[in-house]
């Protein structure tokens, strides 16, 4: 069946670059997504990629798809201390009205 | 900016209750979705509801659960009879186009529901 997985935790300093990654299985996925949750918050759309293409960039954000290894990242250039969050990495199928399968989260801790 | 609100922002119920969970999603959006996270869990999908009907639903959405529009602001997701593994964060979203092609869902802060 259809399964997202991402670490669960992920620390750096202010100013460095940090990655997230995730792995899908359902080969027939459309579009992926990343998401961010804020404390108290619901989940934002930070960004999305169509499964033809291999990369997209987005001012601090770069996504890259590997999709012969249904590998997903995501880049966020100069981490602030206001990107802490947990980032959810999701997947859309062709022909659902809806149906986001979400991976568990990763929680990004930026340290000054 | 619009947003996607849902009432109330904490729920605590005892086992066997009956509960409501309220959302109202952006006003011109016509695809409206429950999902759920139990803590320490994935975000799972449990229903789509578009035109007034169901139009995709998980094995989770069983028997015990159900979605209204009651009045064509407000999106309900009940819960019959609550089990304590009904437990979990409820989160509602909506969008304009469905995910038939790119589309943004906006979601809302969530309902914790606390079953005991």
């Known amino acids: 069946g259809e399964d997202v997985e991402q670490s669960l935790f992920l620390s750096v300093r202010e100013g460095d670059s940090s990655v997230i990654n995730c792995t899908y299985t359902d080969s027939s996925s459309t579009y992926l997504y990343w998401y961010k949750q804020e404390p108290g918050a619901g989940l934002q759309l930070l960004t999305y990629i169509f499964s033809n293409m291999d990369m997209k960039q987005d001012q601090r954000l770069t996504v890259l798809l590997n999709k012969k290894d249904k590998h997903l990242s995501l880049r966020i250039a100069d981490t602030q201390t206001g990107d802490s969050a947990i980032y959810f990495c999701?997947?859309?199928?062709?022909?659902?009205?809806?149906?986001?399968?979400f991976g568990k989260g990763t929680k990004l801790s930026v340290k000054p | 900016e619009p947003e996607v609100t849902q009432t109330p922002s904490h729920q605590v119920t005892q086992m066997g209750q009956e509960v409501i969970l309220r959302c109202v999603p952006i006003?011109?959006?016509?695809?409206f979705y429950w999902y759920r996270q139990i803590l320490g869990q994935k975000v799972e999908f449990l229903v789509s509801?578009?035109?007034?009907?169901?139009?995709?639903k998980s094995e989770i959405f069983d028997d015990q659960f159900s979605v209204e529009r009651p009045d064509g602001s407000n999106f309900t997701l009940k819960i019959r009879s609550t089990k304590l593994e009904d437990s979990a964060m409820y989160f509602c979203a909506s969008d304009t186009k469905g995910l038939a092609s790119y589309n943004e869902q906006f979601f809302g802060p969530g309902t914790r529901l606390t079953v005991l």
């Open positions: 999701a997947e859309s199928k062709r022909g659902s009205q809806g149906n986001l399968i």
């Open positions: 006003s011109n959006h016509l695809y």
């Open positions: 509801f578009y035109n007034n009907e169901i139009s995709e």
